[in-house]
């Protein structure tokens, strides 16, 4: 049936309508033709004439907000995809919907992200519409965005806004914000002074647009563009580019034709799909968060990610992109590099080459159609930036259910380490004494800190970056280990273990972690260990009480009732289907 308008006529019995264009989800007032009358009423009111009614409906999602730097560019790009539609025929309509910044968001983005997740995809479900392009780009943006269009399941396309510009300082090239924390430690350990962190503090951030290395903005939009859920070529045009804007025109154009040939989320995002995003992840040195993120998304689609199945993918999957924080370029070297498809095509031999993308063409064949040129940013399949997958699984006595480590952006020397615990008993906790120069710590310590998990804090914050105490940062000391139940950035280096499972304050073993305890980390036995003795550990279990985490109402009741652990994404349980029987990867 067709729905642009060109050949087929609104049935004259307004009792029978057809359920596309802004047809479809009619209010019910026990009478579907006054309610078309009403509609049709409204749309007028709004300088429609009756002719939209035939046409195929693009929804665009704005996530545009004066709080989101992020999303800076929406205005240009919302003009670019509604062009894209109209050229092929269709009608765009723009909603706005939630916004999240990472920056302006407290107590964390993350606690947020499933609130706008249910924002989407009611939006979706409510409003008359045959596909949406969902524009998004801030680390929880494009992940919320995906799981509310997953559930959905009506065509879609995402497209991410693209990365900031670089700037410069003094003759050094910076980005946010694997610079902002190399800056602020160098500030930390009195390396410079007031005015010149002053100075980089207004250098850092060159234009609008999401973070400039491969935070988990740039992880996501690579995810996305592997999930086969954005156009090839669309992950890494910076945002304030041309080309932005004609992927952007080319997104909206994709989505009218979806719209018309029903290609719904179910037939894209797949296991095969799945397995292709964690192999990108792992070869991109991605953010710790993209697995969360990732995990969360299929959940959605029924799929469980098995993360000790993960691990051994991450065991044969090389990091290839010399990119901040693993390596040393921007995304704009990426992108001039020939993009995510450069990538690809070094991971073919990995890779399900037969899965689907939007344009209606295999992964496979999208990767053929790019030119091979010679560049400096993504290296050979057989000469890597780093011989193993960018993030490691460990688990232990001390993370019973798992946690992970980002091996790429971290110090070989701590990867096989034993220490004594420095413990913090949540971020308040840290916040008092990380700095007090009475804090009994070496450099060879552990850090520990608790409470920062998905009921703890709540919402996990990217507390898990434990800064180096002062007293040794102006020392020299760069990097110790560090471990939480927290998360951290996707922008951070150093040898940090995130997301230990369950969290502290459920009462996992990392509540029972004591001054003075030792640790044992092990990467290559993926062994996280607390050398503490099981008699020792039932004691203290007997005595820990937990602290008191209620709410009387509101999001954040639901929050706290609904929330899963990292290992599950951390998604809400009742948006989960109730019944995940596959798992990848295989």
């Not at 060159?206 to 988990?216: A, F, Y």
């Not at 797949?270 to 697995?291: D, H, M, Q, Y």
């Not at 509540?511 to 044992?520: P, T």
């Amino acid at each position: 049936m067709a729905t642009d308008g060109s050949s087929d006529k609104r049935h004259d019995n307004h009792d029978e309508v057809r359920r596309t264009g802004l047809n479809q989800g009619l209010v019910n007032y026990g009478d579907a033709g006054f309610s078309l009358f009403l509609r049709k009423a409204f749309i007028k009111g709004a300088g429609y004439s009756d002719d939209a009614l035939n046409r195929t409906i693009v929804g665009i999602a704005n996530t545009g907000s004066g709080y989101n730097p992020c999303h800076g560019n929406m205005a240009q790009l919302i003009e670019a995809v509604k062009r894209g539609v109209m050229l092929e025929g269709g009608l765009p309509i723009e909603f706005p919907t939630i916004s999240i910044a990472e920056s302006f968001s407290t107590p964390t983005s993350m606690y947020l992200r499933n609130l706008m997740s249910m924002d989407t995809e009611e939006m979706i479900r409510a409003q008359p519409m045959d596909s949406v392009v969902l524009i998004g780009g801030c680390d929880k943006t494009v992940p919320a965005q995906l799981m509310g269009a997953a559930s959905a399941n009506l065509p879609m396309l995402e497209l991410v806004t693209g990365a900031m510009l670089t700037s410069g300082h003094r003759g050094v090239r910076v980005g946010a914000c694997t610079d902002c924390r190399r800056y602020w430690g160098m500030y930390r350990g009195q390396e410079i002074d007031e005015q010149e962190i002053e100075e980089v503090n207004a250098k850092l951030v060159g234009s609008v647009g999401t973070c400039s290395v491969m935070g988990t903005a740039s992880t996501m939009a690579c995810i996305s563009e592997a999930l086969g859920i954005a156009l090839p070529g669309s992950a890494s045009p910076p945002a304030v580019t041309a080309d932005r804007m004609r992927v952007a025109e080319a997104t909206g154009r994709q989505a009218v034709i979806n719209a018309r040939a029903g290609v719904t989320p179910d037939s894209i995002l797949t296991e095969k799909a799945f397995e292709n995003a964690l192999r990108v992840l792992l070869a991109i040195g991605g953010s710790t968060n993209g697995i969360i993120h990732l995990t969360a998304i299929a959940g959605r689609m029924g799929i469980d990610i098995d993360l000790a199945a993960f691990d051994r993918m991450s065991r044969e999957t090389p990091v290839l992109v010399d990119l901040k924080p693993s390596g040393q370029h921007y995304m704009e070297d990426l992108h001039r590099a020939g993009g995510l498809s450069t990538v690809l095509r070094e991971l073919k031999p990995l890779l399900h080459l037969d899965a689907m993308t939007v344009t209606g063409r295999t992964l496979g064949e999208e990767i053929d159609a790019v030119p091979v040129f010679d560049q400096q940013v993504v290296h050979r399949f057989d000469s890597p930036l780093y011989p193993a997958g960018g993030i490691a699984f460990v688990r232990g006595n001390l993370a019973p259910d798992g946690a992970i480590i980002k091996q790429s952006a971290a110090d070989a020397r701590l990867m096989e380490h034993e220490g004594r615990a420095v413990v913090f008993e949540d971020a308040e906790d840290m916040a008092a004494r990380i700095d007090d120069p009475e804090l009994d710590v070496t450099a060879e310590d552990v850090l520990v800190l608790k409470r920062i998990g998905p009921v703890g804090a709540p919402g996990m914050p990217e507390a898990g970056y434990l800064p180096i105490p002062r007293k040794l940062a102006r020392q020299g000391v760069r990097d110790m280990l560090r471990i939480s139940d927290g998360r951290m950035s996707g922008t951070a280096a150093g040898s940090i273990v995130l997301h230990v499972t369950p969290e502290a304050a459920l009462g996992g073993p990392l509540a029972l972690v004591e001054n003075g305890d030792r640790i044992r980390l092990s990467v290559s036995e993926r062994r996280l260990e607390l050398l503490v003795d099981d008699a020792e550990l039932a004691r203290r279990r007997e005595g820990w009480r937990p602290v008191a985490l209620t709410a009387e109402r509101g999001y954040r009741k639901l929050f706290l009732e609904q929330i899963t652990q990292a290992d599950q994404g951390c998604d809400f349980t009742f948006l989960r289907p109730p019944n995940i029987q596959r798992r990848v990867p295989k």
